[in-house]
């Protein structure tokens, strides 16, 4: 199976600020990824796919980068209403497998 | 507008069947695919399996023994069976659009095994 390894595993940010969320996959998925936001007791909701693709109706200060087995979401201006887990996912190949979730606060 | 919305029982003795529906509303089951991903409390996500819209199947291999994804197209419902279960089984089951990134979501079923 392909292992994601995501960090950090906490995150307290400051309202405006920029923030960068780390997933490593144990071997190159192709830009086969996803990202998604979970806020407490909801369901996760798709925000990147592709690597890079933003969802519809994913604000701007959310994208995606990346290639091969390093990627990241970045959320520039940070909302309050940002404040969720974040989890990455790897569609490339069987099973698909999620990273282990970052908590993000604010400071 | 697109929506899930599964249902099921809340409680399961270990080592019961597990019967799962997830009833789809603005979307055919004849061209989406509908996966199963679940959640153990304050832990992260587990895919479990995908019905595609041919009516194929594809399943997590760790679980794969245990478990069985099917469709009823005429009633818009997917249904998961999972047998076997043990208190590890116990996590909130959501079914999702698409079969390789998830776009659309229902709002999950908290499944507990217990005695």
């Known amino acids: ?107 | 507008q697109v929506q899930l919305k599964e249902s099921g029982p809340g409680l399961v003795q270990p080592s019961q069947t597990l019967s799962l529906t997830c009833t789809v509303s603005g979307l055919s089951l004849t061209s989406n695919s509908v996966s199963w991903i679940r959640q153990p409390p304050g832990k992260g996500l587990e895919w479990m399996g995908v019905i595609w819209s041919n009516g194929g199947t594809d399943y997590n291999s760790a679980i794969k023994s245990r478990l069985s994804i099917s469709r009823d197209t005429s009633k818009s419902q997917v249904f998961l069976k999972m047998n076997s279960l043990q208190t590890e089984d116990t996590a909130m089951y959501f079914c999702a659009r698409r079969e390789w990134w998830f776009d659309y979501w229902g709002q999950g079923v908290m499944v507990t095994v217990s005695s």
Request: charged share 15%.
């Open chain 1, 1 to 107: 199976d392909i292992q994601m390894t995501q960090s950090p595993a906490s995150l307290s940010a400051s309202l405006g600020e920029t923030v960068t969320i780390e997933c490593r996959a144990s071997e190159d998925i192709y830009n086969g990824l996803a990202w998604y936001q979970q806020k407490p007791g909801k369901s996760p909701q798709l925000l990147i796919y592709n690597a890079n693709s933003l969802h519809t109706g994913v604000p701007s200060r959310f994208s995606g980068s990346g290639s091969g087995t390093q990627y990241s979401l970045k959320i520039n201006s940070l909302q309050s209403e940002d404040v969720a887990s974040y989890f990455c996912q790897q569609y490339y190949d069987y099973p698909f497998t999620f990273g282990s979730g970052t908590k993000l606060e604010i400071k």
